[in-house]
Nanobody
Framework: QVQLVESGGGLVQAGGSLRLSCAAS????????MGWFRQAPGKEREIVAA????????YYPDSVKGRFTISRNNAENTVYLQMNSLKPEDTAVYYC????????????????????WGQGTQVTVSS
């Protein structure tokens, strides 16, 4: 069992930055691929970043590539999402997720591959 708690959300103007954190507790954090998803009102949940448990491999969809950066600190059981050049369309509830894997270089980009989810943190970008 892994418990995930997100923090760092808030209100920011377009063009601004936010850094989300996800603190994990429970089973060995370093054996989990991690991901950040978001869900805007009336829309399906979508992935915005993923990282392997080694931290060497990452994935971003085109919508955030070059603006968002995912990173992790396995010693501190924390994964981060640095969000720069934020746009109003980035407004959503952001969720942290963990997926078990035996491969240090693997990451996941579909919801069904993640076993554990945080409660979400709201990010609002004003124009």
């Amino acid at each position: 069992q892994v418990q995930l708690v997100e923090s760092g959300g808030g209100l920011v103007q377009a063009g601004g930055s936010l850094r989300l954190s996800c603190a994990a507790s429970g089973r060995t954090f370093s054996m989990y691929a991690m991901g950040w998803f978001r869900q805007a009102p009336g829309k399906e949940r979508e992935i915005v970043a993923a990282i392997s448990w080694s931290g060497r491999n990452t994935y971003y969809p085109d919508s955030v590539k070059g603006r968002f950066t995912i990173s992790r600190n396995n010693a501190e059981n924390t994964v981060y999402l640095q969000m720069n050049s934020l746009k109003p369309e980035d407004t959503a509830v952001y969720y942290c997720a963990a997926g078990s894997t035996s491969f240090s270089g693997s990451y996941y980009y579909t919801e069904t591959e993640y076993n554990y989810w945080g409660q979400g943190t709201q990010v609002t970008v004003s124009s």
